[in-house]
C-alpha cells in the first residue's frame, strides 16, 4: 500500500448524505468496540531530553574533573585548571552512577516524529496516548511505542468473486482509498485492522453486487456498469463496518467489472445479441418514421390519389427499399 498522488476526497461518511443519491441508507445502529480513544500522549521536545542527557555528562566530567581521575597530561592543559585532588570514594562512584543512568535515561527517549506516523504510547499492556507531533521529541524509555501509518493510502483488490441480482457469477476489484484516523482504536479494537479491512471489502462487494444485475439486456434500469452509483454504495458501507475501529474511507471505486470465466462466452454472446437486436430496432424505427413522413408528404403535396390498396403497397415496397440500403 503507497500513499496516492493526488489528494483525497472528503470522507464518505461527511460527503455522502447531502449528495441526495438513492441508495439504501446503512442503519445508524452499527456495533459498538470496546476500546480507548485516541489521546494525545505524554512527550516533551527534544531539546529537553537533549539539553538533560549533556548536562548529566558535563556534571559527571566535572566530578572526575574534581577528584583528579583525568590523567596529569590533561590537568596541565591550559584551558583547564589544575584538579583540587579532593580523591575518590563511594560518594563520587555513586553520583557517576547516578548522573550515567540520567543521561542514559534522557538519551534513550529522543526520537524523531515523521508526518504520517503516529507512536501509540503504552505501558505494561494499558494504553497511555498517542503522539502525533513530528520533529525531535523525547518520549519516555519505559513506555512501549507502536508506530501507526496515519496517511492516506490507497489499495488495489484482487478480482472478488461475486453473484448479481439475476445469479450470475462476477469478478470484481476494488480501488479503495482509506486512512487511520484513531490510532488507538485501530490498534486496540482489532487484531489487524488491515485484514480486518480486506474482509469487509469483499463482504461489501458481496452485498452491493447481489442488489443490481450486471447487465440489462432488454431494459434501462439500475445496473453494475453505473459505477459511480456502485461506487458511493461501496463506500457507504464500507465505511459503516470500519469506522468502529478508527479508519476513515475516502473513496471505493469499482475499477473492473467482469463475468466469471466459467459463464464469459455465453454471456458475450447474449450481449452481442441483445446489441444486435437493439441496432435492429433502431435502423427499423428511422426507417418507418422515413417512409411515413414520405407518404405524409405525397398526399399533403396531391401527387397522388390513391386507394388503400394502392397505399399499402407503396408502404411495403419504400419500407422493403429502405431496410436493403440500410443492411448494404
Same mark, same amino acid.
Request: proline share 8%; glycine share 10%.
Given at each position: 500500500?503507497?500513499?496516492?498522488?493526488?489528494?483525497?476526497?472528503?470522507?464518505?461518511?461527511?460527503?455522502?448524505?447531502?449528495?441526495?443519491?438513492?441508495?439504501?441508507?446503512?442503519?445508524?445502529?452499527?456495533?459498538?468496540?470496546?476500546?480507548?480513544?485516541?489521546?494525545?500522549?505524554?512527550?516533551?521536545?527534544?531539546?529537553?531530553?537533549?539539553?538533560?542527557?549533556?548536562?548529566?555528562?558535563?556534571?559527571?566530567?566535572?566530578?572526575?574533573?574534581?577528584?583528579?581521575?583525568?590523567?596529569?597530561?590533561?590537568?596541565?592543559?591550559?584551558?583547564?585548571?589544575?584538579?583540587?585532588?579532593?580523591?575518590?570514594?563511594?560518594?563520587?562512584?555513586?553520583?557517576?552512577?547516578?548522573?550515567?543512568?540520567?543521561?542514559?535515561?534522557?538519551?534513550?527517549?529522543?526520537?524523531?516524529?515523521?508526518?504520517?506516523?503516529?507512536?501509540?504510547?503504552?505501558?505494561?499492556?494499558?494504553?497511555?496516548?498517542?503522539?502525533?507531533?513530528?520533529?525531535?521529541?523525547?518520549?519516555?524509555?519505559?513506555?512501549?511505542?507502536?508506530?501507526?501509518?496515519?496517511?492516506?493510502?490507497?489499495?488495489?483488490?484482487?478480482?472478488?468473486?461475486?453473484?448479481?441480482?439475476?445469479?450470475?457469477?462476477?469478478?470484481?476489484?476494488?480501488?479503495?482509498?482509506?486512512?487511520?484516523?484513531?490510532?488507538?482504536?485501530?490498534?486496540?479494537?482489532?487484531?489487524?485492522?488491515?485484514?480486518?479491512?480486506?474482509?469487509?471489502?469483499?463482504?461489501?462487494?458481496?452485498?452491493?453486487?447481489?442488489?443490481?444485475?450486471?447487465?440489462?439486456?432488454?431494459?434501462?434500469?439500475?445496473?453494475?456498469?453505473?459505477?459511480?452509483?456502485?461506487?458511493?454504495?461501496?463506500? $457507504?458501507?464500507?465505511?459503516?463496518?470500519? $469506522?468502529?475501529?478508527?479508519?476513515?474511507?475516502?473513496?471505493?471505486?469499482?475499477?473492473?467489472?467482469?463475468?466469471?470465466?466459467?459463464?464469459?462466452?455465453?454471456?458475450?454472446?447474449?450481449?452481442?445479441?441483445?446489441?444486435?437486436?437493439?441496432? $435492429?430496432?433502431?435502423?427499423?424505427?428511422?426507417?418507418?418514421?422515413?417512409?411515413?413522413?414520405?407518404?405524409?408528404?405525397?398526399?399533403?403535396?396531391?401527387?397522388?390519389?390513391?386507394?388503400?390498396?394502392?397505399?399499402?403497397?407503396?408502404?411495403?415496397?419504400?419500407?422493403?427499399?429502405?431496410?436493403?440500403?440500410?443492411?448494404?
Amino acid at each position: 500500500m503507497t500513499p496516492p498522488s493526488a489528494s483525497p476526497q472528503r470522507p464518505v461518511e461527511a460527503a455522502l448524505p447531502g449528495q441526495g443519491r438513492s441508495c439504501e441508507p446503512v442503519p445508524a445502529d452499527r456495533p459498538h468496540v470496546d476500546g480507548p480513544t485516541e489521546r494525545p500522549g505524554p512527550c516533551l521536545p527534544g531539546w529537553a531530553g537533549g539539553l538533560t542527557a549533556l548536562g548529566a555528562a558535563g556534571a559527571a566530567v566535572f566530578l572526575l574533573w574534581r577528584a583528579g581521575v583525568p590523567p596529569a597530561g590533561l590537568t596541565g592543559w591550559a584551558p583547564l585548571p589544575r584538579s583540587p585532588r579532593s580523591g575518590t570514594g563511594g560518594g563520587l562512584w555513586a553520583g557517576l552512577t547516578l548522573l550515567g543512568a540520567v543521561a542514559a535515561f534522557a538519551a534513550l527517549g529522543l526520537s524523531r516524529g515523521r508526518p504520517g506516523a503516529v507512536r501509540v504510547l503504552s505501558r505494561c499492556g494499558a494504553y497511555r496516548g498517542s503522539v502525533r507531533r513530528t520533529g525531535l521529541l523525547w518520549v519516555s524509555p519505559l513506555l512501549s511505542r507502536r508506530r501507526v501509518d496515519v496517511s492516506v493510502r490507497h489499495w488495489r483488490s484482487r478480482p472478488i468473486d461475486a453473484v448479481d441480482a439475476k445469479g450470475t457469477p462476477l469478478r470484481l476489484t476494488v480501488l479503495l482509498v482509506w486512512r487511520v484516523r484513531d490510532t488507538a482504536k485501530a490498534v486496540y479494537g482489532v487484531d489487524d485492522h488491515g485484514r480486518f479491512l480486506r474482509e469487509v471489502v469483499e463482504a461489501a462487494v458481496a452485498r452491493a453486487v447481489a442488489r443490481h444485475p450486471v447487465d440489462d439486456f432488454r431494459g434501462d434500469g439500475p445496473t453494475l456498469r453505473d459505477c459511480e452509483r456502485v461506487a458511493d454504495e461501496l463506500a $457507504r458501507l464500507i465505511a459503516a463496518e470500519v $469506522r468502529v475501529i478508527g479508519l476513515e474511507i475516502f473513496s471505493a471505486t469499482p475499477v473492473r467489472v467482469e463475468y466469471a470465466p466459467e459463464v464469459a462466452a455465453a454471456m458475450c454472446r447474449s450481449r452481442a445479441a441483445a446489441l444486435d437486436a437493439r441496432r $435492429r430496432r433502431a435502423v427499423l424505427d428511422d426507417v418507418l418514421g422515413t417512409v411515413a413522413e414520405t407518404v405524409r408528404g405525397l398526399s399533403e403535396r396531391g401527387l397522388g390519389q390513391m386507394d388503400e390498396y394502392e397505399r399499402k403497397s407503396l408502404v411495403r415496397d419504400l419500407t422493403v427499399s429502405l431496410l436493403r440500403s440500410s443492411a448494404g
